[in-house]
């Protein structure tokens, strides 16, 4: 959907809800934000290079702005990744046949939050994980659900945390949530990049993202940032 349509849906769709007759539709019944339990297999805090996560959950615009509001993430960039980097363009990915999801690359400290706190909040408040190929209005494989792991240990870690939180019926269906190999990450384009931020009034960012950023401030108090990192480290 371009940016131009998707503003016009979404001021159609706000009209709605001030009527009270939008979230009563199917399409808003997803699994609501909760925290879950600590993953039982993760990396230690420690001091070292910063790392890596490369995670797909809907309209990147919601997921990167829940990471810019982390404690301990150092840059989140909003891109494609699953696909060829000759079609890692909006327009191309949006035609949902380039192999790209909409994605998120989090750089972050381990000594402050580790791979698995990072998974945590993604499967707790980013995103609904028992959707595969669609996220809240957006449909297709660009927004399915996805890790994209770098390592074999993110592999295990991500394997092993879902493995815990469909035994524990985390949520009232099994995780839909891929999990695929990192094959290359390319950064979206620039008015892309820190959307929420700077379009807190944009009707689709205030009945989608906005709920996201309150529920991680809400269910994760000490991994919530007042001040979220912005793209450009002279913004951070």
């Given at each position: 959907m371009s940016k131009t349509l998707k503003q016009g849906v979404w001021i159609a769709l706000l009209a709605l809800?001030?009527?009270?007759?939008l979230w009563n539709t199917p399409g808003r019944s997803g699994e609501a934000a909760v925290v879950l339990p600590v993953p039982a297999l993760d990396n230690p805090k420690a001091a070292g290079p910063?790392?890596?996560?490369?995670?797909?959950?809907?309209?990147?615009?919601?997921?990167?702005?829940?990471y810019q509001y982390t404690k301990g993430v150092k840059q989140v960039l909003s891109g494609y990744s699953g696909g060829d980097?000759?079609?890692?363009?909006y327009e191309k990915?949006?035609?949902?046949?380039?192999?790209?999801?909409?994605?998120?690359?989090?750089v972050f400290d381990p000594k402050e939050i580790s791979y698995g706190e990072i998974l945590r909040i993604y499967f707790s408040v980013a995103h609904d994980p028992t959707e595969l190929n669609r996220q809240g209005p957006d449909v297709g494989t660009q927004?399915?659900?996805?890790?994209?792991?770098?390592?074999?240990?993110?592999?295990r870690i991500?394997?092993?945390?879902?493995?815990?939180?469909?035994k524990a019926r985390a949520f009232r269906r099994p995780i839909a949530t891929r999990v695929d190999a990192l094959k290359g990450f390319y950064a979206a384009e620039a008015y892309?990049?820190?959307?929420?931020?700077?379009?807190?009034r944009y009707p689709y960012i205030v009945i989608n993202d906005l709920p996201k950023i309150a529920n991680l401030k809400r269910l994760f108090p000490e991994q919530y940032r007042e001040k979220p990192v912005m793209t450009t480290a002279s913004a951070s």
């Open positions: 809800v001030a009527v009270g007759t910063t790392q890596t996560a490369v995670l797909a959950g809907g309209c990147f615009w919601g997921v990167q702005g829940v980097k000759g079609t890692a363009q990915v949006g035609g949902g046949s380039t192999g790209h999801a909409e994605s998120v690359q989090i927004y399915r659900s996805a890790i994209f792991y770098a390592d074999a240990r993110q592999q991500a394997e092993s945390y879902i493995a815990q939180l469909d892309h990049q820190d959307f929420l931020i700077l379009n807190p």
